[in-house]
């Protein structure tokens, strides 16, 4: 099978992409390298440098669906250039379904997010849970969710959404480099390595037992099983929405020993005060992935995670 991956070199994308590839399909990478590298696409991976705004010129029937990942993804980013997200996240996505409903492509798995939810009142989060998105990224991807729904109901596109919560670790050749980071185990990491003098735990005050936020992490290859899972479920005018996650929490504390222990550094931190719209727990119930998709993550493990990431940060270190 041939699918196209937008945002195949970025993070997640590129580790998706990889295990297409492994799973025996054709790939195509779409991307525009605004935050992804060219040498995170995978070898073996057809590598068209484009814009998803421009996607008609490259879809055509021989595809069997789309994988979205290509997004602006910086929540504090978003809140000082909204129109930026509007017009990449939601502008982009809704070139990219006509230029699909044009080729006859009738599958998509969308890169949805926990920040569709918001401040949660319950946890863990179940999908029917209210969506009050507390910043300009999370309002454009719940946005396309709905764009999504309402192809699918109209057009018969069969779709499902994947809402991740914390990506963490790393694949092979593939991990995480955003610039600027805004992720914790990359950002601990960095401390590890000495480019960063400390860590700053925004606010160790919240009503969880070490008083910092506890968020849900979630391995990269674990995430990359449920895609294929995914464009395997995919149902002519059905749009799935699932979380993905491992539905335990840790601190931001527990992340910190954890990589105390992992790279032997000392990791010093420094508290700083809370920021607005971080919510205390922020975890999954990943229930509907398991009993819709058949999902069943096996890389739970906080330590195995930031391993991995702790690998990919070291390779990336002795290549510059
Ligand atoms: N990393 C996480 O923890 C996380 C959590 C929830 C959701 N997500 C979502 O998952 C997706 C991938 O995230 P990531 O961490 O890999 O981000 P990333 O920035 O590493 O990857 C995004 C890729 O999309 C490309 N891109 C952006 N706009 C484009 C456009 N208009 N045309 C073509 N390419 C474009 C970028 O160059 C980049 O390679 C995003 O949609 C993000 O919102 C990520």
Redesign the pocket.
């Known amino acids: 099978m041939k699918y196209l991956v937008?945002?195949?070199?970025?993070?997640?994308?590129?580790v998706v992409a990889q295990h297409l590839l492994e799973a025996g399909h054709e790939v195509v990478v779409?991307?525009?390298?605004?935050?992804?590298?060219r040498e995170?696409v995978p070898s073996g991976a057809t590598f068209v440098e484009?814009?998803?705004?421009d996607a008609a010129k490259w879809l055509d029937s021989s595809f069997e669906a789309v994988l979205?990942?290509?997004?602006?993804?910086q929540v504090g980013e978003s809140v000082v250039k909204p129109e930026k997200y509007w017009d990449?996240?939601v502008g982009?996505t809704m070139a990219l379904l006509g230029a699909m409903r044009e080729a006859g492509v009738r599958k998509l798995v969308f890169?949805?997010?926990?920040?569709t939810y918001g401040e949660p009142k319950e946890v863990p989060i179940v999908e029917t849970a209210e969506t009050a998105p507390t910043n300009p990224?999370g309002a454009t991807?719940l946005a396309v969710d709905h764009m999504i729904t309402g192809e699918a109901a109209a057009h018969g596109l069969g779709a499902v959404s994947l809402?991740?919560?914390?990506?963490?670790g790393a694949y092979g050749a593939h991990g995480?480099r955003?610039d600027p980071e805004s992720?914790l185990i990359p950002l601990v990491l960095q401390v590890a390595q000495g480019r960063r003098e400390a860590i700053s735990v925004y606010g160790d005050d919240y009503p969880t037992p070490d008083g910092t936020c506890i968020r849900d992490y979630i391995h990269v290859a674990d995430l990359a099983e449920a895609h294929l899972l995914a464009v395997r479920h995919a149902t002519p005018g059905e749009h799935l929405i699932c979380n993905l996650g491992n539905g335990e929490g840790f601190s931001v504390r527990q992340v910190i020993e954890t990589v105390r222990e992992v790279t032997g550094h000392p990791i010093p931190e420094v508290v700083a005060p809370r920021r607005g719209g971080d919510p205390a727990v922020l975890v999954a119930s990943a229930r509907a992935a398991r009993e819709k998709l058949g999902w069943n993550p096996s890389r739970a493990d906080l330590a195995g995670i930031v391993a991995d990431a702790w690998e990919f940060a070291q390779k990336i270190a002795r290549e510059q």
């Open positions: 937008t945002g195949g070199a970025g993070y997640v994308g590129s779409l991307d525009n390298l605004s935050t992804g590298f995170g484009g814009d998803i705004r979205h990942f290509a997004a602006s993804s990449n996240n982009g890169s949805s997010t926990a920040a990224y991807k809402r991740y919560f914390n990506v963490a995480e955003h992720h």
